[in-house]
């Protein structure tokens, strides 16, 4: 699709929705193959791709976990609290079959206290991959903005 020539249309709004949701598939199956992500992950049903107002923004939204999950936590860090630990238990359908809920998200917390959680680091691999796809398909929408420009300008009338 060519360029609109309005300077105040977002260039990634000429790409259309289907380059959208192409980035949005890139960042899942990076999340998936990298991070080891369930497919039907609350992180992974987060990203989503939407052009600003501004002339040139792409903004790139997730859920607000994103950057911990890619970092992990560090050992001795402030504990989770254990009412998260015990929903996260339950949303997951954990059975404890030695100990209650409650002691296991005890136990879980201690452990991460203790240990950190190792991160899957995917956030270098994301802004690579994302950044590579957007500068082909900007490019390739400039050159045919150009070539369609100097068609219209040799065009013998």
């Given at each position: 699709?060519?360029?609109d020539?309005?300077?105040?249309?977002?260039?990634?709004?000429?790409?259309?929705?289907?380059?959208?949701?192409?980035?949005?598939?890139?960042?899942q199956?990076?999340?998936?193959?990298?991070?080891?992500?369930?497919?039907?992950?609350?992180?992974?049903?987060?990203?989503?791709?939407?052009?600003?107002?501004?002339?040139?923004?792409?903004?790139?939204?997730?859920?607000?976990?994103?950057?911990?999950?890619?970092?992990g936590?560090?050992?001795?860090?402030?504990?989770i609290?254990?009412?998260?630990?015990?929903?996260?238990?339950?949303?997951?359908?954990?059975?404890?079959?030695?100990?209650?809920?409650?002691?296991?998200?005890?136990?879980?917390?201690?452990?991460?206290?203790?240990?950190?959680?190792?991160?899957?680091?995917?956030?270098?691999?994301?802004?690579?991959?994302?950044?590579?796809?957007?500068?082909t398909?900007?490019?390739?929408?400039?050159?045919?903005?150009?070539?369609?420009?100097?068609f219209?300008?040799?065009?013998?009338?």
């Open positions: 699709m060519a360029v020539g309005n300077r105040n249309v977002n260039l990634f709004t000429n790409l259309g929705r289907e380059f959208l949701k192409e980035l949005q598939l890139i960042v199956q990076i999340l998936i193959q990298k991070g080891q992500q369930e497919r039907n992950s609350d992180l992974l049903q987060s990203v989503e791709f939407t052009p600003e107002n501004s002339r040139d923004s792409l903004y790139m939204y997730v859920n607000n976990y994103y950057r911990y999950v890619s970092k936590r560090r050992p001795k860090m402030k504990k609290p254990i009412t998260a630990l015990i929903t996260w238990i339950k949303k997951k359908r954990i059975t404890p079959t030695k100990y209650s809920t409650n002691q296991l998200a005890f136990a879980l917390q201690n452990s991460i206290y203790r240990n950190g959680i190792r991160g899957k680091n995917f956030i270098e691999l994301v802004e690579e991959t994302v950044l590579d796809k957007v500068e398909e900007v490019a390739n929408d400039l050159e045919l903005y150009i070539a369609d420009s100097l219209t300008t040799f065009t013998v009338k």
